[in-house]
């Protein structure tokens, strides 16, 4: 599966236009003068300071092109004082294309020098061997790097992807319809339910088609931050070996915490998927949903939302079955990364570093994006710091080689709907999705 979770920024409309962009690709070529005004990376020494000279290849997403393209200008700046006689090109790229452009470009001789991708796009070209290894780097920030990015440029324990910036789930709530019952933002799963019963009873006893928490059978991506909070994992791996854990105890204890939840606050349909969940709320069938930071505007936007809405809804993070604590989201986001092929890695690793200073950072932070690291979440604007706060605990996908093989198998899906429809009971569901995941893991 291939899924790009954009900027956090709730109510701004770049954030949205760059998740939603379907312009054409582009590019732009800097070059640009030793300037006194920036520091030389570091790294300059290490790779060779002035004497290099060439074109360094970039492809970054329109993202950035369309909201921060002054990072990318300074971030050439400051690589072009270290080294004056490299050119720097920077090609944006489209999420709808750019994978099909990447395979050509690595199945002939000329590839670019960084790459920008999804974090659910780096398995199978880590595993490749199609990307560098970038250990031998130091990036700033990176022992607190987000841990869902961090673990997405990771294979068999060595790196070779680099956290951009990420995007988080929160709850997303009708802050009217929270006041109507006296219900304040819960800080435990168990006041998340005692909320979502008074909301049931207040909204839910006439209309049967409303939700307290709009909380579709087959949203995965909710069902195992439940597993997560509780301990458990997806799938462990040993040396080559993937083995399927959902069957765990632990797994079983959120999956359990999970079925409870949906099962006595959502009347959403116990075998749909979460997608165009704001409709829900935009038709007042849902008091609240787990989404994106980029949701929050589409349920008061002009076309297609509610403008009414905009003062009534609000986000915060999603609340741990431990009280006072967040429950671990799954993080979208992008990490940037180094073709194997290329001929220019001690450069490219430098640029990347530069790009993702402290200072772009912090940047990105101030305009409502999720930077790289738990060091900065804090400097996020009010209306995404829910985003921010959920992002310090993260969770991600298995990092194995078929792995995108169990999301098209839909094992998961399928087993959470065995669950909430009562095909299965939770120990037998999750044996059985083990056991799938196993064999497809390994296979």
């Known amino acids: 599966m291939r899924r790009k979770f954009a900027v956090v920024a709730a109510v701004s409309a770049t954030m949205l236009l760059a998740a939603c962009s379907s312009s054409g690709s582009s590019s732009s070529e800097t070059s640009a003068a030793a300037s006194s005004a920036a520091t030389a990376s570091a790294a300059a020494s290490a790779s060779g300071g002035s004497d290099e000279s060439g074109t360094l290849t970039v492809w970054l997403m329109a993202d950035a092109q369309t909201n921060w393209p002054e990072l990318v200008d300074s971030t050439n700046q400051t690589f072009n004082q270290a080294h004056p ?11 709808s294309d750019h994978l099909t452009k ?5 199945a002939g001789d000329t590839v670019p020098d960084v790459v920008e991708l999804g974090n659910t796009e780096t398995t199978k070209y880590m595993a490749a061997g199609a990307l560098g290894d970038l250990g031998g780097t130091q990036f700033p920030n990176q022992d607190t790097w987000l841990q869902g990015l961090a673990d997405a440029g990771k294979y068999n324990d060595t790196t070779y992807g680099v956290p951009y910036y990420a995007g988080a789930r929160a709850m997303i709530y009708r802050t009217d319809m929270y ?6 933002v819960p800080t435990s799963q168990d006041e998340f339910n005692a909320v979502n019963a008074k909301l049931m009873e207040k909204y839910g006893a006439d209309n049967k088609k409303f939700s307290a928490f709009y909380a579709p059978g087959k949203y995965w991506y909710l069902a195992m931050s439940y597993v997560y909070d509780q301990g458990g994992v997806i799938a462990s791996q040993d040396g080559d070996t993937w083995t399927g854990a959902l069957d765990s105890p632990e797994a079983q204890a959120g999956l359990a915490a999970w079925q409870k939840t949906v099962e006595t606050g959502s009347r959403a349909d116990k075998t749909g ?29 002009e076309d297609g939302g509610d403008p009414d809405l905009a003062d009534k809804v ?18 979208g986001g992008s990490v940037l990364t180094v073709p194997a092929k290329s001929a220019n890695a ?12 402290t200072d ?7 305009k409502g994006v999720l930077p790289n690291t738990t060091s900065l979440l804090s400097d996020v604007p009010e209306a995404s710091q829910p985003f921010a706060q959920a992002a310090q605990k993260s969770w ?15 094992t998961i899906p399928n087993m959470l709907v065995d669950i909430l429809t009562g095909k299965a009971s939770i120990a037998d569901a999750t044996t059985a999705a083990s056991e799938e995941i196993t064999k497809i893991l390994n296979s």
């Open 85 to 95: 006689n490299v050119t720097v090109n920077v090609e944006y790229q489209q999420w």
């Open 102 to 106: 990447l395979d050509a470009a690595l």
């Open 179 to 184: 006041t109507d019952v006296g219900a304040a």
């Open 273 to 301: 998927t979460e997608a165009e969940e704001w409709n829900a709320m935009i038709s007042g069938q849902a008091a609240s949903m787990y989404g994106n930071g980029w949701e929050v505007g589409l349920i008061s936007a």
């Open 314 to 331: 609000a986000a915060y993070p999603m609340p741990s079955v431990t009280a006072g604590e967040v429950m671990p989201t799954f993080l």
């Open 346 to 357: 001690a450069l490219a690793a430098e640029w990347i570093a530069d790009f993702t200073s």
């Open 360 to 366: 772009n950072q912090k940047a990105l932070a101030a």
């Open 396 to 410: 991600f996908v298995p990092t194995a080689v078929n792995w995108a093989n169990v999301e098209t198998a839909q």
